[in-house]
């Protein structure tokens, strides 16, 4: 039997979510079944990493950091044609499904990664309809990352049947010796007997650092019976701000900050509780996931993909946005409880495995390519 030829576009010159998606799923493909190739703009940091994966690659002008570019069709048309693919899989970039409906029996998914909220225009009767019409033509199917991004597009006008929720997949961390945990733990000034909460994420202002440099700062002063490390983990333009933030509260000297890392494993094998503060989107979130692969308890905002991975009461709390005083209160409630705080990790771990194993993952996604071909 043939394989089934199944070529994925993808804008991305950075290795961002997307970028992590599809590196994730060419890792654990079903290789007898799929020929997967993957069309990347020149110069993109992911080709060395899906090189890894053995998946051919494309490169092409066209595709750099945009979703359509009206002048890329033509050139993008003629790939599609000279390699017939039977799927075309599209990550931002809306080109290559215009380009993909001229071929014919070609089928065309995109992966939706963002959940951003619908813009007003979409109000307008109207404007859902015309919105519907184009991606029920471009796309015979849609993923999400999340429930909250599926709902989105379906207040965009988007026919709710053709779209598919997939949360992202891991391939999973591994635990780190006592000693390699301790040494890094002394590395950055941490005691044995400090609790280490830790944000992994981008520092914008939309991830909400502010709120949990407040929470510490509540836990500072409230919850005096227990010491606490915050770890920052990230670099961004809004790294300077924070630091001055921490400062203005008297917490410079419980919340550290990282900068760049990229032993995201180790520094996560040191972590306590994770975080998640953000207030304004949030797919399916890596990091927690990557979390949950170690067992580690969270306490996220109750935004877009977080109560998927975080399940209130079970392997950590879900907390209102823009709520240091909730989120401290809720970090402190898994800490003081060490039965608790066991069955919370044990239950990271079982929610890991049963939902976001990248190899469940990556079937999911094939269960797609296989009902629509």
Request: glycine letters at 8%.
């Amino acid at each position: 039997m043939d394989k089934i030829k199944v070529m994925h576009f993808l804008s991305d010159t950075n290795i961002g979510g997307a970028g992590k998606y599809l590196i994730t799923y060419c890792k654990n493909r079903d290789k007898d079944k799929y020929d997967v190739i993957v069309a990347l703009p020149e110069g993109s940091l992911l080709i060395p990493e899906l090189e890894t994966t053995g998946v051919r690659i494309i490169t092409l002008n066209g595709l750099k950091d945009k979703s359509f570019d009206i002048g890329a069709i033509g050139k993008l048309k003629k790939i599609i044609k000279e390699e017939k693919p039977n799927i075309v899989h599209t990550h931002a970039s809306l080109s290559a499904r215009i380009a993909a409906r001229s071929l014919k029996g070609c089928k065309i998914i995109y992966t939706r990664h963002c959940d951003f909220e619908p813009s007003s225009m979409y109000n307008n009767g109207l404007v859902r309809k015309l919105n519907g019409w184009f991606n029920k033509k471009y796309a015979d199917s849609i993923i999400a990352t999340s429930e909250h991004a599926k709902e989105n597009l379906v207040k965009q006008g988007i026919d709710e049947s053709l779209i598919t929720t997939i949360s992202n997949g891991f391939d999973g961390h591994m635990i780190i010796g006592a000693q390699q945990r301790d040494a890094i733990r002394q590395k950055y000034g941490i005691t044995s007997d400090e609790v280490v909460i830790g944000y992994l994420a981008r520092l914008v202002e939309l991830k909400g650092h502010k709120y949990l440099i407040d929470s510490a700062k509540i836990l500072k002063e409230k919850y005096k019976d227990t010491k606490f490390k915050v770890l920052i983990m990230g670099s961004g333009d809004y790294e300077q701000t924070l630091k001055e933030y921490a400062k203005q509260n008297g917490v410079e000297d419980i919340v550290i900050f990282t900068g760049f890392i990229t032993n995201t494993e180790e520094m996560l094998n040191i972590v306590d509780i994770q975080v998640n503060c953000s207030y304004l989107s949030e797919t399916t979130n890596l990091a927690l996931i990557e979390g949950l692969s170690l067992g580690i308890p969270s306490v996220a905002t109750n935004i877009g993909g977080n109560s998927q991975i975080v399940k209130d009461n079970v392997n950590g709390y879900v907390v209102p946005i823009q709520d240091p005083e909730k989120m401290a209160e809720s970090i402190y409630l898994i800490t003081k409880d060490p039965e608790r705080y066991s069955q919370m990790k044990n239950e990271a771990k079982r929610i890991f495995e049963e939902e976001f194993n990248s190899k469940v993952f990556a079937k999911n996604i094939e269960k797609v390519y296989e009902r629509i071909i």
